[in-house]
């Protein structure tokens, strides 16, 4: 693999075209909330100190052995130094790919009318024209379960088939590559291979903007902020394999840092993998026991509140690919909560400017 330090050319002020907006909407709980442990299994806060995490978990480290409480601090301080370092080094990245990649299937990397599933059209055209959900469960295309959860046909087999083919050519290539989130190790940020700005962004805004603003403008369970007023996102896929191939198998229980997730399976032969939707990250406790799975197939979609909890069941065998878009609304990012830590972001900015003085 080259180096990303071979990378010469600045790319820290990014053109407006090439703007990542994650970074410009990030909250502060970023660099201490919700870090993956692997070695644990779970998600702790962090405050960037060996004290601070023994204090803030004592059940955690309460029988752990000095050697494993290194380890576990060695992990954390690894995973904050790579959330400092993130959106440089992944500029760095999409900079040397797009001088140094050539594309084995090029025509992916721009959106074209026969990539997208007709079914997709029809309710996009329903949902700009005729606008709530009832038109569009009425279409017979859009299935829901459990409530909040909706499934449609969303990409084409032929999409599919070149999508999974440019990503093994890219994964088998010497380029630079960050894993796609913390809990993932296995799959590849699309903003890197520079598929944004002519394929994932019209996706977005063509067919996820007004599919997702008629699907949820119902009952209080679902509405979701920013559905009407998605503008951006963050986007990767994941990739999983049997047990004993060194690659992910499965995915632990967890809620996505967006407004909405849309989950598309790109296919591949497998057998096992659900997808188990349980209860909104603000239930209590007792809600999540009951999990309702999702046999994913390919090109079928999955949308739903990022604040839904959900987990991946191990794939028994073959491999599994998907494509994930967190989908996300910078009018909430500005303005409303948090979808991680759950405060209102003029509180988080105002706790910041405390922190200063």
Known sequence: MRPVTDVTRDTTAPSTSERWMEEEFLCPCYYTDNFF??????????????????AAHPNIVKDMTDERRRDVHMELEGE???RRGHFAAARKRRAFVAANYKPLRPEVYTLRDDFVDPRWVELAELARTHG??????KAGI?????????????????????MREELDHF??????????????????????????????????????????????DGGAREMADGSDSLDHHRSFTVRYEPEGAGKDTDLAYHFDDAELTLNVNLG??????????????????????ARYPHFHKEGIAILHRGSHCHEAFPVEEGKRVNLIMWCRSSDVRKHGMC???????????????????
Not at 142 to 162: H, I, K, M, Y
């Open 142 to 162: 859009v299935r829901q379960r459990p409530r909040g959860v909706f499934a449609f046909p969303a990409l084409t087999p032929r999409f599919c088939e070149l």
């Open 37 to 54: 442990v692997r070695s644990l299994g779970r998600h702790v806060t962090y405050d960037g100190t060996a004290a601070g995490f023994d």
């Open 132 to 137: 709530g959900k009832d038109a569009l469960m």
């Open 268 to 289: 591949g032969h497998f057998e096992g993998g659900e997808l188990c939707f349980g209860a909104l990250s603000s239930d209590g406790d007792e809600m999540h026991s």
């Open 80 to 82: 904050l130094a790579r």
């Open 339 to 357: 979808a991680m830590c759950g405060k209102p972001r003029e509180e988080k900015e105002e706790e910041g400017e405390d922190d200063d003085h």
């Open 171 to 216: 994964e088998r290539s010497d380029m630079p590559r960050a894993h796609p989130n913390t809990m993932n190790k296995n799959g590849l940020l699309l903003y890197e291979l520079g598929m944004y700005e002519n394929l994932l962004n019209p996706l977005l805004e063509r067919y996820v903007s007004p599919v997702a603003a008629a699907l949820f």
